[in-house]
């Protein structure tokens, strides 16, 4: 029948549905956006001081990689459960389990930087009289923000992916959308949040690559060198 409405045949495109549950879109959005940053920017100042306890040796290294590899297999439902207890059904639940999740490659990633700055450049370093603090923020962590930083980036797109496992405790962003839509089979709101979930993903990543170029630009240099 002509002009019929396609949320009421149920197509999975549906512009109708997108003006018509634009606040709907919006809100899931942002709390998706809010949950994913919070969850990243705090698992950077965790993974941080423990690549840096790594750094000391095998002795610390073994346990904070091993432990943090292990929380990354824990399931998510299994993960939301143990933390259920501490923080109840609440949006800290959820960002608590996401920052579990992404020490494993933030503590790596880390730890492969600060790995990687030769021993030479600390050498001269110290001979300039540059302490352990100074030769870490000015010195260290500068160079060894490509690693750090391509850490966060592979972190920021998983942690999206993630974050719609919260929907499970109502605190999904996006995942508040899905979950219910493949239960009652409404095809237009799950095509639609997850497409917003991918762009989500995509535009980080662009976000982070350019602030990654824009603070690291010794390595563009490096990559265009070459013979003539």
Same mark, same amino acid.
């Given at each position: %029948?002509?002009?019929?409405?396609?949320? !009421?045949?149920?197509?999975?495109?549906?512009?109708?549905?997108?003006?018509?549950?634009?606040?709907?879109?919006?809100?899931?959005?942002?709390?998706?956006?809010?949950?994913?940053?919070?969850?990243?920017?705090?698992?950077?100042?965790?993974?941080?001081? =423990?690549?840096?306890?790594?750094?000391?040796?095998?002795?610390?290294?073994?346990?904070?990689?091993?432990?943090?590899? $292990? $929380?990354?297999?824990?399931?998510?439902?299994? %993960? /939301?459960?143990?933390?259920? &207890? /501490? /923080?109840?059904?609440?949006?800290?639940?959820?960002?608590?389990?996401?920052?579990?999740?992404?020490?494993?490659?933030?503590?790596?990633?880390?730890?492969?930087?600060? +790995?990687?700055?030769?021993? +030479?450049?600390? +050498?001269?370093?110290?001979? %300039?009289?540059?302490? &352990?603090?100074?030769?870490?923020?000015?010195? +260290?962590?500068? #160079?060894?923000?490509?690693?750090? *930083?391509?850490?966060?980036?592979?972190?920021? !797109?998983?942690?999206?992916? =993630?974050?719609?496992?919260?929907?499970? !405790?109502?605190?999904?962003?996006?995942?508040? #959308?899905?979950? &219910?839509?493949?239960?009652?089979? /409404?095809?237009?709101? !799950?095509?639609?949040?997850?497409?917003?979930?991918?762009?989500?993903?995509?535009?980080?990543? $662009? *976000?982070?690559?350019?602030?990654?170029?824009?603070?690291?630009?010794?390595?563009?240099?490096?990559?265009?060198?070459?013979?003539?």
């Amino acid at each position: %029948m002509a002009g019929r409405s396609c949320l !009421v045949a149920n197509d999975w495109l549906c512009w109708e549905y997108v003006t018509s549950r634009s606040q709907e879109l919006t809100d899931a959005t942002a709390e998706h956006v809010w949950i994913t940053g919070v969850s990243v920017l705090v698992g950077l100042a965790v993974a941080l001081p =423990l690549a840096l306890l790594a750094r000391r040796g095998r002795r610390w290294a073994a346990p904070v990689l091993g432990v943090t590899t $292990l $929380l990354y297999t824990i399931p998510s439902l299994a %993960m /939301f459960s143990l933390l259920l &207890p /501490f /923080f109840g059904l609440s949006a800290a639940l959820v960002v608590t389990g996401l920052v579990l999740y992404s020490l494993t490659i933030l503590v790596r990633n880390a730890l492969a930087g600060l +790995e990687a700055v030769p021993e +030479e450049v600390r +050498e001269a370093a110290r001979g %300039m009289g540059y302490g &352990p603090g100074r030769l870490l923020w000015q010195v +260290e962590l500068p #160079l060894a923000l490509p690693a750090l *930083l391509a850490g966060v980036r592979i972190a920021t !797109v998983s942690t999206v992916a =993630l974050t719609t496992v919260g929907s499970i !405790v109502g605190k999904g962003g996006l995942g508040n #959308l899905i979950a &219910p839509a493949v239960n009652s089979s /409404f095809k237009a709101q !799950v095509l639609t949040a997850s497409v917003l979930c991918v762009l989500l993903a995509l535009v980080a990543d $662009l *976000l982070l690559l350019g602030l990654q170029r824009l603070l690291t630009p010794w390595t563009r240099v490096a990559g265009t060198g070459g013979g003539a």
